[in-house]
């Protein structure tokens, strides 16, 4: 994620890079790494501080840039469920991010299924007398650059496998959160998976409706909701896969009505890349709103 | 399918090749390799055929077979949804299968959805008024050899897609004509995808059930189902991957309980090799049962 | 390669596309597509005229355009060997295309082992008492989208292969023609192989020289042959992966002398994208010194 | 290495494992596990011991075993060097295999390189006054499984690389000083090089040759060398890919006679399984002659 974030900032035409600071990836940083002690004394030098740090680890060193006057993003979990932060689903968050002084940045999963269950819910168009199925597969870039066995090239390689099964994945309750005020309670079932490829996300999510919708409907509801919006394209007619958003800070989205079935439901595919639009490209897309500049500028959309 | 098969025969210590036709894929058959309008007229030299032809070609060509008093496994879907051939999926046919005519041998992607679902409908522990839904990824021989661009390389590599999205997939009808015996009417929502690797299905079942369920209740109902069978392994507290059954003629289940959800459900994680227990493993299995032989003769499990 | 110059025209700030002709990738040109006769009929509406027609098919196409004045890339192999176009090395051929009226594009193979290959032997270091080793391996998209069963990710995935092994792979004489000037007669082996990635080439290329060289020494040849090249990358101390080059318009090399030898030997690791400097994009190289624009614009090295 | 060892000794038909000790593969050795110490005073309870210790580690433990009286094949490469051991490449090896006390089992590329080189060099085919140059490019699995960052998927997929370039592997003198004894002194030049894939290596050795040598005559060198071998499969007018070698105790050799070059060269392709023919499947191969077994027990060939 952090690397990820340095390139985009990097190319990004109106940023600089003050300093940086990283225990394992000096490589990357280049003339602008410093030690973490260095950067904590340098807060107020800067416009924004972007925080990958680890999940637990983040939110004291956002808290004391915070106290400093400067302004952060925090990309970690350890805000998403907090009201200490604006939670950065961009398209959502638009209105509220020029005045943040804390953004969380949103998971990658819950990026994914809360930009396609959030127009559904607030059209009031689902069932929640039947469950939310998401069942999300995962580029292996998604668990960082740790060396661990189960991320080794001889164990992905040709194989799939689902993880955090039954709701017990920390993105479970940042996408059932967000979600609550516009549906009321709801069963949501999410289940991710880890995919033998680099990047993406693609995330089949199965929506009772409490209406018969004909893909046409589906299609109009997301149309309506992200009209304008630069960074979501929603297919007609088709549903998207990974090479249609890797590399590219979007999320695409297509849907089906579903066949053969008593009571009404669509499935949409989402996809997104987990490092863009899931991350980092969302972070910058988050920087620009807060600093009042073009929404999409450094991003390929 | 018609590779694996022949693979499969020649291994097994039994089983002698008396003829094999193919239209493209004589280096595999070797000395075996004769015209089909041989074949046509050798079908009472041989004591078992097995059909791999194409969907729709398959039916008239297993129906003289059997019109020559030969015995016959139709590795097709043309029979699958007939009551003229009995439905082979092993566990549930076997008391039935060594006076069968005909054997339609069962999909892939229905073997594992089928061998997951029937024991908690027979329970009758499944909520049919929410939705099941199956999920379910499968590599590229899935979809046989033939040279098709979306099959190619350089499309399926890094990539990861659903088809057939909305109950539109041949499979479909499979798996709930042959539910429905069992649950009555019931929503089953089936979505394939595609993976970059080159064997297996992986697939979560999610289950609306009637009661609530702790793992070990879910992982009971499938253990008595199952107790010594050869072919199926359920896991205890753990969920397999493509790992645990490619090249086996294996069914290999895991159970979750979801939690935070208001209606009791559980997660069964399914996991074949599409080509073997998937495919011609299965019609090997079949075999060995209708000839009164052991049954993984030949098999590994 | 049609496929990845149109999108890299399309990026180009000083590029606009006429029309575009392709049997099979209408969706690719959108707009720009026109059927290949009203194309023949519009030759002198435009600058440049960019050919990816196959090998055998594209020379006389290209004869005609220039007739009708318009000067020619031409991306096939059909023009590579013939003193009727420039061959458009861009590192070589810079002072001379200006002036051209077509231009043959070389292939990625040679593209890659010229470029490692000619500061030696122009120094007259090269010892061609001894051969000269070029184990080339490339991605899939060395071979072009079509649909053939060796293409297949079932084939492919897992799979690693030598093809046109002996020197009789069509890139052989196109390294060898345009070697010879350099070096005199010369014994060269060149041995393509397909790798299971999408893309990249990756060559080591074994170099007998004819007196003692450190490392350093090596990187010194290359380093004055290529100072100020914006595209060529000499690593010091390093030898280049395909991470290193692939979506850059980039030639990367690293130097090894070889220990344990009686007689000196270097081996220089080349990487290139196979698709970029090794097709469209160092056609758009040639493009922008042919109307002696900035070199690299629209390119990224 | 271990791994696979343990597997092929479980599934052989005549081998009981007494015991066996691992750091970090309990799971692997089930209820054979004791912690070393145990192993260490149990020596003179088995007739054979296999060490797959880490290099530099293994050699004082199969001293110890030895010194108990115990036979010993060494899987490490602290022995292949060395004449406390016999060097176990079986098809070399085996007439003095039944004596053995310690064997050193050869490494993945040289058996590869050997089994290949051998036959010429005996016959006195060898130009010396050329190198011989070696460009092998092996699986993941020849790297072990210890989680570095640099056997990530992230890392490896859609990648190709170089590593040791320059003879500075260990593999290089175990090839080297295992046919100076048939060739007299020759520069031999051998580059490793790590592969997106999990098994098998492959590997073109270019061979300069003394007298003009057709394809047909380069085979006719191996078949005779190699008649009646049943590890060995020379093919006829083609080469092998990793697909004719993986998980088969197999050496796979196709031989081409490279055209337009002034001084004769054969170039010869030659595929193995890194942890079969390569490391464990050669170990059981050897076990199987030192114990006087026929020697493909236990082995698919």
Not at 152 to 173: I, K
Not at 259 to 273: C, G
Request: charged share 20%; net charge negative.
């Amino acid at each position: 994620m952090g690397r990820e974030l340095v390139g985009l900032l990097g190319e990004h035409p109106d940023v600089g890079i003050a300093f940086a600071t990283s225990e394992s990836e000096h490589e990357v940083l280049g003339h602008h790494a410093v030690p973490l002690e260095t950067a904590e004394g340098r807060w107020s030098d800067v416009e924004l501080v972007f925080s990958c740090l680890p999940h637990g680890v983040s939110a004291p060193v956002v808290e004391r840039a915070r106290d400093a006057g400067t302004r952060v993003i925090d990309l970690s979990s350890d805000l998403r469920l907090s009201d200490r932060a604006v939670y950065g689903l961009t398209e959502v968050a638009r209105p509220v991010l020029p005045d943040a002084a804390v953004v969380a940045n949103p998971g990658c999963y819950p990026t994914a299924a809360l930009l396609t269950l959030l127009p559904f819910a607030r059209a009031g168009l689902l069932d929640t007398t039947r469950p939310i199925i998401v069942d999300a597969a995962s580029g292996v870039s998604g668990a960082g650059r740790s060396a661990k066995r189960e991320l080794l090239f001889a164990e992905v390689a040709e194989d799939f496998r689902a993880y955090g099964v039954g709701n017990v994945h920390r993105h479970f309750a940042e996408i059932t959160q967000h979600l609550l005020p516009h549906t009321g309670p709801a069963d949501v079932v999410f289940t991710p998976h880890l995919l033998p490829v680099r990047r993406g996300i693609l995330s089949p999510v199965h929506l009772p409706v409490r209406q018969p919708m004909e893909r046409e409907d589906g299609e109009r509801v997301l149309l309506e909701a992200y009209a304008g919006e630069p960074c979501i394209r929603v297919m007609r007619g088709a549903v998207p896969s990974l090479r249609d958003v890797v590399y590219r800070n979007r999320v695409a989205l297509g849907v089906v009505s579903v066949r053969h079935v008593s009571r009404p439901m669509l499935t949409v595919i989402a996809a997104i890349d987990n490092l863009v639009k899931g991350a980092a490209g969302q972070a910058v897309q988050n920087m620009n709103v807060m600093l009042q500049w073009p929404e999409t500028r450094g991003l390929v959309c």
